[in-house]
């Protein structure tokens, strides 16, 4: 039995985009770092990964969490220090 959905018709809210806009560089790092990861997957049918595509995943990483850090601390006003 197939169950139909209906289309969403309603819009973000300026609270919806604010929350994003917030969230962005996060987003942004963890893009970085799923596309450092695929760059690793794709060298292994290709020769292996070479040293500066580990050290791309392992620089990525660092970014997401820098970025996870600053998003906690900039929505959680009691972890501001």
Excluded: K, N, Q
Excluded at 27 to 50: C, Q, W
Excluded at 64 to 71: E, G, I, L, N, P
Aim: glycine fraction near 2%.
């Amino acid at each position: 039995m197939r169950t139909h959905l209906a289309p969403v018709t309603a819009e973000p809210t300026t609270a919806d985009l604010a929350a994003i806009e917030a969230e962005w560089p996060l987003i942004a790092a963890e893009l970085d770092l799923l596309d450092a990861e695929i760059t690793l997957l794709y060298a292994e049918d290709h020769g292996g990964p070479t040293e500066l595509d580990w050290r791309r995943v392992r620089r990525a990483e660092a970014r997401v969490t820098r970025a996870a850090t600053d998003t906690a601390t900039r929505t959680d006003p009691r972890r501001a220090a």
